[in-house]
C-alpha cells in the first residue's frame, strides 16, 4: 500500500519560509519522479513542482519559480519542498504525489495534505 504523510506545515508571516517534508513507504521510491501540488481555499489543484527519481531534474510552476526548491532524500524515502519568500497567496493545502507532473487527481498515489497559511 502506498502512503505518503506530508509534514512541516503551518503559519508563518509572508516573506517567511517553510520546510515540507514526504514520508513514503509501500513503494520503491527511488524509482519514481515525485510531485508537490496545492490547493487554495475555494480553487482546483495547482500542480506546484517536480522532481525526477534521481534527482538530476526539478521543474517548477511560474508562480514558485526562483522562491521554491524541491529536493529528495532517496535513502530516507522523503521529499522536499523548500519555501521562501512566502507570500499571502502561496496559503493552500499542499500535497505530495508520486509520478513527475502527475494527472492534477487525488488518489491513493496521493497523501493526505499539509496546511500552509501564510498571514500577518
Known amino acids: 500500500e502506498v502512503r505518503l504523510v506530508e509534514s512541516g506545515g503551518g503559519l508563518v508571516q509572508p516573506g517567511g519560509s517553510l520546510r515540507l517534508s514526504c514520508a513514503s513507504s509501500g513503494f520503491t521510491f527511488k524509482i519514481y519522479g515525485m510531485s508537490w501540488a496545492r490547493q487554495a481555499p475555494g480553487k482546483g489543484l495547482e500542480w506546484v513542482s517536480s522532481?525526477?527519481?534521481?534527482?538530476?531534474?526539478?521543474a517548477y510552476a511560474d508562480s514558485v519559480k526562483g522562491r521554491f526548491t524541491i529536493s529528495r532524500d532517496n535513502a530516507k524515502n522523503t521529499l522536499y519542498l523548500q519555501m521562501n519568500s512566502l507570500k499571502p497567496e502561496d496559503t493552500a493545502v499542499y500535497y505530495c504525489?508520486?509520478?513527475?507532473?502527475?494527472?492534477?487527481?487525488?488518489?491513493?498515489?496521493w497523501g493526505q495534505g499539509a496546511q500552509v497559511t501564510i498571514r500577518e
Open positions: 522532481i525526477s527519481s534521481g534527482g538530476s531534474t526539478a
Open positions: 504525489a508520486q509520478g513527475f507532473r502527475p494527472p492534477l487527481r487525488r488518489d491513493e498515489y
